[in-house]
């Protein structure tokens, strides 16, 4: 199976459950992505529910075009959505993808949902896919994302100047951040062991 059909399943552990998305989880983001801190530093902003539509639909479309694996992050301390998080950027030949289109709903930051759905990916990229790297980028001004990604473990790379527009009108200086296959078993147990505290918001 290629690498999309085999993330196509869920993951899970007992503080967090990952699922791909399908349409009925529609309602359940609404009500998490409402929230203009979300998209500060994300490539686009979801201000209304027409916005939001559109940012579902195309997640959709991504996930039923083999682009992306959109998961549904859901907390299982209370079974509630918290947000998403997807495999995308998927160069299998390469052997490397991303972990990208990370947000979490505002009740849900800074309670481990964050590094718990990162180590399921993390987990399943290198000991199912096979993954030799998969990277992380985020806005170079997104202080607590950057945060966040050293928390996990992940080495900061580098800045890519003037490397996407942004709403408002600015580019962004992109910073990306990676973990190789080599460095897996140090970073899963730096995970297991639990982080310092960060609220991450949104990282894509």
Request: charged share 25%; glycine share 8%; with cysteine.
């Amino acid at each position: 199976m290629t690498w999309v059909q085999t993330a196509s399943t869920t993951l899970e552990n007992e503080h967090v459950l990952l699922r791909p998305i399908v349409p009925e989880d529609r309602e359940a983001f609404r009500k998490q992505a409402m929230d203009p801190e979300i998209w500060r530093y994300f490539v686009l902003v979801i201000a209304t529910d027409a916005e939001f539509d559109a940012f579902f639909d195309a997640a959709l479309a991504d996930q039923a075009a083999g682009r992306r694996v959109v998961y549904n992050v859901i907390d299982k301390s209370v079974d509630r959505t918290a947000g998403s998080m997807s495999f995308c950027s998927i160069a299998e030949p390469d052997g490397r993808l991303e972990i990208g289109w990370s947000w979490l709903g505002a009740e849900f930051r800074g309670k481990g949902v964050n590094r718990w759905a990162k180590f399921l990916m993390l987990e399943h990229a290198f000991e199912q896919l096979n993954a030799e790297r998969v990277e992380f980028k985020t806005d170079v001004l997104n202080l607590q994302a950057r945060a966040g990604l050293r928390n996990i473990g992940a080495t900061e790379e580098g800045v890519l100047r003037s490397f996407n527009p942004m709403p408002g009108g600015r580019r962004r200086d992109a910073i990306y951040y990676s973990v190789l296959r080599g460095e897996w078993p140090s970073v899963r147990e730096q995970l297991l062991a639990g982080p310092k505290v960060t609220r991450p918001t949104g990282q894509a």
